[in-house]
């Protein structure tokens, strides 16, 4: 399966061609890239300087990773060519943008998905695996935090500007609360996982590793490229006392090869556009919620 890259700034360069490289059944054989000169690490690449050009290309799927203003009238231009699409997040700037791909995915036939990554990190595999084995009971609680340190915005770089910097996001439901936290000016010092049940709690620390390890340029295709130290193992506490949970391994690459074979029609899409639109429709519903300065109902986001 031929796949078109379109972006190869960071995001490109670091979670994606690494990660398509390493699926089996998956091609990468041209990149977009608008200037600048081939990258000798893909020799067997074909460089281009438009979509034009790469949808003149017998591409598959066609993965876009360009600034967010560009995801809609990109993704749009190559389903109606009738390739696949992969959009990163985040899907396109507004619902309407992200409902008008959902329905030209449909008209065409095509699979659209948006690259939910951390879907598919060991910490949060694991959180899931402790909550479906029943050991905590009814879940009450649920808190995730996504911190980082850093005072300045990086020069040029179009995914950073000058708005909040933090976000304290609360979803009630009818026996439980979810707190979603994050902050580019806090050191990650909170659990990035702590759930609390009515027979126990889950508290995890510190961020998956592929991160760090494909900034570090490690791909996923290296024996224990992404191993966490037994320290950072998550632990949970029950009456019976307090023990370590090993991180049940997880890869980015599980979320291309479902992307894959639902393309092949062997399995279900995971992270459907109806997914990723709502995710949307719940960043708008908590704006307002922000400036109301109350709660508001997810009915409100319609």
């Known amino acids: 399966m031929n796949v078109g890259l379109v972006g190869f700034g960071f995001g490109g360069q ?17 990149i977009v ?31 876009v990773v360009t600034s967010n203003t560009s995801h809609h009238p990109i993704a749009r231009q190559c389903l109606l060519a009738g390739r696949h699409v992969v959009v990163d997040k985040p899907f396109t700037t507004t619902v309407a943008e992200a ?16 690259y939910q990554d ?10 899931q695996r402790v909550v479906a084995d029943g050991v905590l009971g009814r879940i009450v609680s649920y808190e995730a935090h996504f911190d980082r340190f850093r005072l300045e915005l990086r020069p040029g770089a179009w ?25 580019m000016l806090a050191q990650p010092l909170a659990p990035s996982f702590a759930v609390q049940g009515t027979q126990g709690s889950f508290i995890k620390y510190g961020l998956d590793p592929q991160e760090a390890a494909l900034k570090a340029g490690h791909t996923p295709d290296e024996a224990n ?20 949970i090993p991180t049940t391994p997880s890869s980015f690459t599980h979320y291309y090869e479902n992307v894959r074979d639902a393309i092949l ?3 279900q899409l995971a992270v459907t556009p109806e997914h990723a639109v709502a995710v949307m429709r719940g960043l708008v ?18």
Do not use: C, N
């Not at 990660?19 to 041209?30: F, Y």
């Not at 008008?100 to 659209?112: C, E, F, P, T, Y």
């Not at 951390?118 to 959180?127: K, L, Q, S």
């Open 14 to 30: 670091v979670f994606h061609a690494p990660i398509i490289r390493a699926v089996a059944g998956l091609h990468l054989t041209t």
């Open 33 to 63: 890239r608008r200037s600048g000169e081939p990258d000798s690490r893909y020799p067997d690449v074909a460089f281009v300087r438009s979509v034009d050009e790469l949808l003149a290309r017998p591409i598959d799927l066609v993965v």
């Open 99 to 114: 409902e008008d791909l959902v329905q030209v995915a449909k008209q065409s036939g095509r699979v659209l998905s948006v």
């Open 118 to 127: 951390r879907r598919y990190t060991g910490d949060f595999v694991t959180v």
């Open 159 to 183: 995914r950073e500007q000058p708005l909040p910097d933090a976000f304290d996001v609360t979803l009630r439901y009818p026996r439980m609360r979810a707190t979603l936290r994050g902050s």
């Open 225 to 244: 490229w992404d191993a966490e130290p037994s320290e950072m193992y998550g632990k949970l506490t029950t009456p019976e006392g307090t023990r370590t």
């Open 265 to 267: 029609q062997k399995v």
């Open 285 to 302: 519903l908590a704006v307002a919620s922000s400036q109301e300065r109350r709660v508001l109902p997810w009915s409100a986001s319609r």
